[in-house]
Structures are given as structure tokens and as C-alpha cells.
């Protein structure tokens, strides 16, 4: 019984050395962001705050600036916070529009903070990323299109060159009317795929044949298309490896965006609007 009772304390004495550099690295790390790099009017601008404010303003970590560039930043600093001082002793943060931005901003960093936070140890998995790759492939148009539009305020400008297509008259000459900038190049609107086109649009050329012209105007959000299509190729997709990266990113965001859901579902919502 002593022989076990000593082995448990040793086993417990050894688990707590080991935690132990790592309990005095965080310590070490939160006692050098706290140390002060400056006072402004008595208040401290810690070495933390420095950091955040040189990643976001250069996207390098601190440590990377000479002598000079850190003064330089640290100047800019203080010159923020006095600027920031005198607009609260103004009371602009009070202001309805701006204390409305000031909110959503801290909302949009304590969101990421949580997204960082509970996806940490959620390595996407490569049975994870294979899973989302063939979704993905499931979904994507095997199609491209080539195809040429003139696009007119009105259905009835759209169908005048509707008839004058008819009548003979050059689709690439009448494109010069359109308000859209392929007018330049006759309406030529290059390779693409249906998923980058608004989906009347997309819908309409995908139910033309190679070199045919639609039989009426298609209306968008943007107006009025007469849409010729001039070419169809078969794509291939990209390769598994090519893609992973952006792969482990879509994966990561639907593992956040579930535990988001949850979260909804669990609050109390009372919608006014």
C-alpha cells in the first residue's frame, strides 16, 4: 500500500514537473506583454499592446524591426492613443453610427478569437479533406463557357437588337451600344464557369448551343442581356494536393460554422424586424 501510494505520488510529481516550463513559459510571456514600453499621461502602453499594433499595421511580429523602426511604430502608437484620448474626451465615441462601428469591431475580434480557440487540435483530418474534395468536385461544372452579351437598360433596347441580329447586323457591332465594359472587346466575355455568373445568366448560356443566340432578353440585377454563346470546353479538376490547402480552410470554417449553429440554436432570439 506504501510501495503504491509512493509510486502515485511520484507519478504525480513527475506530471507536475513536466507541466512546469510550460506553466513558466506562459507566466514569462504574460509578465514581458505587460511590461511597459511607454507612459502617456501616466498610463502605461504595455509591450502587448506594441506588438498587436505592429502586426497589424506591417504583418510582422515585433521583434523583426531594427531600433528605428520600433521607434518609429512606438511614435505612431502614442500618436494614436493621444488622437483616440481626445475623441472620447470629445465624445465621439458616444455618437450613435461610430459607437456602433466601435462595437462591431469588438465583435468581429472576440468572434475570431473564439474561431482560433475552439478550432485548436481540429486539425482537419486527410479522410476530412478527401470528404470535402469530392463535394466539391460533385458540385463544380465540368463546363466551361466562351460566350459574348450586350447589356441595355431595358427589355425593350433588347429586343430592337434582338431584331437586328436577325436582320443581319454584326453582334460585335452592336455590342458597341452595351453599358458594359466588354463593349471593347464586342461584348467577348473570355472562359468561364457558370458558378461566376449570376444565375440567370449562367442558367441562359448553359441552355444555348455553340454559336447560337438567345431567343429572348435575359434580365439580371444589372439589366438586360442578349447573350451569344461562341465556345464550350470540358475542364478538368484541379488535383487533390493542389487544392488542400484551401481545402483544410473550407473544412475548418464548416467545423466553426456548426458550432456556431449550435450555439444559435441554444440562445434565446427575439427578432423585432
Not at 69 to 93: F, V
Not at 136 to 165: F, G, K, W
Not at 264 to 273: G, L, P, Q
Request: aromatic share 6%.
Amino acid at each position: 500500500m506504501k510501495i503504491l501510494r509512493l509510486m502515485t505520488l511520484t507519478t504525480a510529481t513527475l506530471l507536475i514537473a513536466a507541466c512546469q516550463p510550460k506553466a513558466d513559459a506562459a507566466k514569462d510571456a504574460d509578465a514581458a506583454a505587460k511590461k511597459p514600453v511607454a507612459t502617456l499621461n501616466g498610463k502605461a502602453i504595455t509591450q502587448g499592446e506594441f506588438d498587436s499594433f505592429v502586426k497589424q499595421v506591417s504583418g510582422r511580429p515585433s521583434a523583426d524591426l531594427d531600433d528605428e523602426q520600433k521607434k518609429r511604430a512606438l511614435d505612431s502608437l502614442i500618436n494614436l492613443r493621444i488622437l483616440a484620448a481626445q475623441a472620447e474626451k470629445d465624445g465621439l465615441h458616444k455618437e450613435t453610427d461610430l459607437a456602433a462601428q466601435i462595437e462591431l469591431t469588438r465583435l468581429n475580434i472576440l468572434q475570431q478569437a473564439l474561431a482560433e480557440k475552439y478550432l485548436e487540435g481540429k486539425t482537419p483530418t486527410e479522410q476530412e479533406l478527401k470528404a470535402e474534395y469530392d463535394a466539391q468536385i460533385a458540385l463544380m461544372s465540368r463546363n466551361e463557357y466562351r460566350a459574348r452579351h450586350i447589356l441595355v437598360p431595358t427589355e425593350i433596347a433588347a429586343t430592337q437588337i434582338l431584331e437586328r441580329l436577325k436582320k443581319g447586323d454584326r453582334f460585335e457591332t452592336l455590342a458597341k451600344d452595351s453599358i458594359d465594359s466588354s463593349r471593347d472587346r464586342g461584348g467577348d466575355l473570355g472562359w468561364f464557369s457558370p458558378s461566376s455568373m449570376v444565375k440567370p445568366f449562367a442558367d441562359a448560356v448553359m441552355a444555348l448551343k455553340k454559336g447560337e443566340t438567345i431567343a429572348k432578353p435575359v434580365q439580371t440585377q444589372f439589366g438586360w442581356h442578349v447573350i451569344r454563346l461562341d465556345d464550350v470546353r470540358e475542364v478538368q479538376p484541379p488535383p487533390f494536393e493542389e487544392v488542400k490547402q484551401q481545402l483544410n480552410q473550407a473544412v475548418l470554417s464548416k467545423k466553426f460554422r456548426a458550432y456556431s449553429d449550435e450555439l444559435t440554436k441554444a440562445a434565446k432570439i427575439e427578432k423585432k424586424i
